[in-house]
């Protein structure tokens, strides 16, 4: 079986601060792991994921994730956040059996000016 | 460019109805899967297809029926809706079944049952 747990369920940041998501995982077997970010009222986009090779992944819109095998971590950060980027956040594991993805609880960001 | 198209986006429905979600993609995507959203839950898998033809159940199957018929169309029937239902139904696709293919979703039903 598969879990992901993101431990902060809403992270207020000021515009042009750095923001830092966490997301843990358990699963026994070898995983994909993927950030998924949700605009209000749309559905989910994937933001980045890793797969395999270097443990850090980059999306076009300068959030990075380091993948911890050993603190079973795949966290989300981006060093300088723009309004735009107020959404949720969903973390997610996959990869054990087919492409079922698990999902976190999600994590809402504010951006405030 | 439509992607993975649902309908309809808002439904009320009355304890006991039955009413069935629609889903198309068309990107030629062999898997498809239904995932119901509810508050710091984040998003459960209900069914999902590996191909016309082909279903299986999810996380959360119960009270609700999956059928595939063609690749480009996956519709969720609630055969009998109850108040724990009501949830933002995403539809969702990719363009096969191993793990790591992104998966594309849906815009979202929101369906209230009261």
């Known amino acids: 079986a598969q879990s992901v747990t993101q431990l902060d369920s809403q992270v207020p940041v000021f515009e042009e601060a750095p923001v830092e998501l966490r997301c843990n995982y358990s699963?026994?077997?070898?995983?994909?792991l993927f950030w998924y970010v949700q605009y209000p009222n749309q559905g989910l986009q994937l933001l980045l994921k890793?797969?395999?090779?270097?443990?850090l992944v980059e999306s076009i819109n300068g959030f990075e994730a380091e993948f911890n095998k050993s603190q079973t971590s795949f966290h989300l950060r981006k060093p300088s956040v723009h309004i735009s980027d107020t959404a949720e956040y969903f973390c997610a594991v996959g990869g054990a059996a087919g492409n079922k993805l698990t999902f976190g609880g999600g994590t809402r960001v504010l951006v405030k000016p | 460019n439509a992607g993975v198209t649902q309908t309809p986006k808002f439904q009320v429905l009355k304890t006991g109805q039955s009413m069935t979600l629609q889903c198309a993609q068309d990107?030629?995507?062999?898997?498809m899967s239904w995932y119901r959203q509810d508050p710091g839950m984040g998003l459960r898998l209900i069914h999902y297809s590996v191909g016309a033809g082909i279903t299986d159940q999810g996380e959360v199957p119960n009270g609700y029926n999956v059928s595939r018929s063609t690749t480009e169309d996956f519709p969720l029937r609630l055969l009998s809706a109850a108040p724990s239902q009501t949830s933002v139904y995403f539809c969702a696709s990719s363009i096969g079944q191993a793990g790591g293919n992104t998966i594309y979703f849906g815009e979202g039903s929101w369906l209230t049952v009261v």
């Open positions: 990107m030629n995507h062999e898997y």
């Open positions: 699963s026994s077997v070898s995983v994909y």
């Open positions: 890793y797969l395999s090779g270097s443990t």
